[in-house]
């Protein structure tokens, strides 16, 4: 009998298929005493074990490339923490096994994680997938993961670890469902980059029974459990009017009536640029910066390393636009040479540009790279900080940015509610504002973007995070200056509508979204965008916003 359940569509598109669950985490290992004499030994298998680990998750990360490595190399760091190891060797001294010893050291960081203001808890997930691989090794068993299957199939697992989201076979793996994470969890940026359909944070998910055959929407969150033949025959014919759009859009974002909207990526590193290209990016709207400081998280790179890496992707877009972010350090992304190690609430911390201004230096050294990698290149640089608070914060960015000699557009993010209040304040320094919706809803709502029991409250649909959104829109209208969004909020083409009619001026995504969002404003005029912004924004709730949006553009 066909049921139908419903969680958070994070990537488009439709799959059907058979149910294959994740494999199981390893078990507790016993908690046997070893004798004094073999503790030296002991050691020595654990740390052969982390390495191992970090080992065979860079190795991950360098065949995935893009989003994917920088994720993977953070991991590979967590593995060889020397805190934690030290804890480890510590617990082998007086008697524990070397798996029994990284599996309660990892508990114990485990546990601090957890607590610390609910931010860092998203990284959970991550730091027990780490703990698994070593205590797998250890015991010489099967490591967690991707089940082996011959033929495609629908996966479903707790919560999916950035290093089997990464190396997802597309053609085996047809879409997937998860019962934790949110919308902008790493397992969804990732199901994004890859472009296969998936649905987070659905409970009761791992009850659905090994073999059954489920339809995944990965655009509005449905899973049809046993789908009818006439469910999957109406699913199947979407999904091929979807292609076939898909086909028949190229070139630059517009909306059918001709109002130009830029279509960018969001990019991690030159690994990303190809797939920007073939997309058909009109520049990038985000090329985060961090992988390069994430390499060594005991030092800065130097200005020659972040030349070499920053002309690589300049290069890429002659006479495009490409929108470079300073350093965003902090929080979810600790570096030891530049973030507090004991705050209580990283999250409301020193993050981002505040973390920059406290190391001048840091931030002097990016933005001369950055000057340095543009020269003599015909493409358009724009320079933005993360975590601007207020018009203090972006005149101290403008002001490092020109005594950087940088010939470049500076900006500001709006990641904080009051940048979107006061956007016309903040335009009086910088040349643009980009609206970065998966902080903007963390802050605005008080919910963790990793933590999946908060979803709802991620939605990028919700009528406060949209009015926002139009706030900042106006702002920079009435400056005379551009506010584009290169949130994850961008990706959704129906969302993108939206977005459109409430003032934005460009969109920024990772580049397999780039075709859906110009199919779906090749579709519509700017005066029907702007009535279902109007739409989305009298609704109470997210789902009514889109339920709302999506009446307006389809004519009911």
Not at 289 to 303: C, N
């Amino acid at each position: 009998m066909e049921t139908t359940l419903r969680g958070v569509g994070v990537s488009h598109g439709v799959a059907i298929g058979e149910v294959r669950h994740m494999g199981t985490a390893v078990l507790e290992p016993p908690a046997k005493q070893i004798p004094a004499e073999e503790a030296e030994r002991e050691q020595g298998r654990a740390r052969q074990a982390v390495e191992a680990v970090a080992a065979d998750l860079i190795a991950r990360g360098n065949l995935a490339g893009g989003e994917a490595q920088a994720v993977l190399e953070a991991q590979a760091l967590m593995a060889q923490d020397p805190e934690l190891i030290a804890d480890v060797e510590r617990r082998i001294v007086v008697g524990s096994s070397a798996e029994r010893a990284v599996y309660d050291a990892f508990a114990s960081y485990r546990a601090l994680l957890a607590g610390a203001g609910e931010y860092l808890a998203g990284r959970v997930a991550d730091l027990d997938d780490v703990r698994n691989r070593i205590v797998a090794r250890l015991l010489g068993v099967p490591m967690p993961g991707v089940p082996d299957s011959d033929e495609p199939y629908v996966l479903i697992a707790r919560d999916l670890a950035p290093a089997d989201t990464a190396l997802l076979d597309p053609s085996l793996v047809l879409g997937f469902v998860t019962e934790e994470g949110g919308p902008t969890s790493h397992s969804a940026i990732l199901a994004r980059a890859l472009g296969v359909p998936a649905v987070v944070a659905l409970p009761g998910a791992g009850e659905i029974t090994e073999g059954t055959v489920v339809a995944v929407d990965g655009s509005t969150g449905e899973v049809f459990v046993d789908p009818s033949a006439g469910k999957r025959a109406v699913m199947e014919a979407a999904a091929a009017e979807r292609r076939a759009a898909l086909s028949a859009s190229t070139g630059p974002g517009a909306t059918s009536d001709g109002h130009k909207v830029p279509l960018l990526a969001n990019i991690g590193g030159p690994g990303d640029v190809p797939a920007a290209v073939e997309a058909g990016a009109e520049g990038v709207g985000l090329f985060r910066t961090e992988f390069l400081f994430l390499d060594d998280s005991a030092e800065a790179p130097s200005q020659e390393k972040q030349i070499v890496a920053y002309r690589q992707v300049l290069e890429a877009f002659p006479e495009g636009r490409v929108v470079v972010r300073v350093l965003d350090a902090g929080a979810d992304k600790p570096l030891a040479f530049l973030t507090p190690a004991d705050e209580p609430n990283p999250a409301l911390g020193v993050r981002g540009l505040r973390s920059l201004l406290e190391h001048p230096e840091v931030l002097r050294t990016q933005l001369t790279a950055l000057a340095k990698a543009a020269e003599g290149l015909p493409v358009y640089l724009e320079v933005m900080a993360p975590m601007v608070a207020d018009r203090v914060d972006a005149k101290a960015f403008a002001d490092a940015c020109r005594a950087a000699g940088l010939r470049a557009k500076f900006g500001a993010m709006v990641e904080i509610p009051s940048a979107a209040l006061r956007a016309r304040s903040i335009l009086q320094e910088v040349e643009f504002l980009s609206l970065g919706t998966n902080d903007l809803a963390q802050y605005t709502f008080a919910a963790d973007r990793q933590v999946g029991a908060v979803a709802r409250l991620q939605d990028p649909w919700q009528p406060a995070l949209l009015d926002l959104v139009a706030l900042s829109a106006e702002g920079a209208k009435a400056e005379g200056k551009s506010c584009g969004v290169c949130g994850e909020a961008a990706s959704d083409p129906l969302l993108a509508c939206v977005l459109t009619g409430l003032g934005v001026t460009s969109l920024s995504m990772g580049a397999a979204s780039i075709p859906y969002v110009r199919a779906a404003l090749a579709t519509y005029t700017l005066a029907q965008c702007e009535r279902a912004a109007s739409a989305a924004r009298a609704a109470d709730t997210a789902e009514d916003a889109r339920s709302a949006a999506r009446a307006v553009l389809s004519g009911e």
